[in-house]
């Protein structure tokens, strides 16, 4: 069977006619049987047919997030749009300015004060061929914001001078 078909372009023009063929639909054969197959089959008509027993259910466990490998910027992204409930398209130009920003601070030599991400501080940094080794302590507070703020409420008024 021959179909063809006229194409029109935006302009008004008229193309040169396609013509296509349809490919003939192929019949399916009947599976040949084996003699193995036969006498199986055969024996399965003479003797009652034991239950088959049902596959068993396959579990998939989430992938768990290592803490030996390093977090990517792809996880970063995905984490901060799950928290924040953001676009995904609106999340990542944000975090990329963010890591940019961070990584030429840290490169000109500046500390940071981040909470509830922590302070760094640079020890040193070495200038090499392939790039600079910057080597930074990293102090992480354990009290979160609602904790100091429950401490500080708790906390014990210091003494007026002149009272016993």
Not at 6 to 19: E, L, M, N, P, V
Not at 75 to 95: C, F, H, M, T, Y
Request: hydrophobic share 40%; aromatic share 0%.
């Amino acid at each position: 069977m021959a179909t063809s078909t006229t194409k029109r372009s935006s302009t008004g023009k008229t193309s040169a006619a396609k013509t296509t063929t349809r490919k003939a639909a192929t019949s399916i054969k009947p599976k040949v049987k084996t003699k193995a197959a036969a006498k199986a089959a055969s024996a399965s008509k003479v003797a009652p047919a034991k239950a088959a027993k049902a596959p068993e259910p396959v579990v998939v466990v989430p992938n768990e997030v290592s803490a030996e490998l390093p977090m990517r910027k792809k996880e970063l992204i995905d984490l901060v749009v799950e928290r924040s409930g953001i676009k995904k398209k609106d999340a990542k130009p944000v975090v990329e300015a963010m890591l940019a920003v961070l990584g030429e601070t840290i490169g000109g030599g500046r500390e940071l004060n981040m909470q509830p991400l922590g302070k760094l501080r640079i020890n040193r940094s070495v200038e090499r061929s392939n790039g600079r080794i910057i080597v930074c302590k990293f102090r992480q507070s354990t009290a979160t914001s609602e904790n100091t703020d429950v401490a500080e409420k708790n906390a014990i008024p210091p003494l007026a001078e002149g009272e016993v």
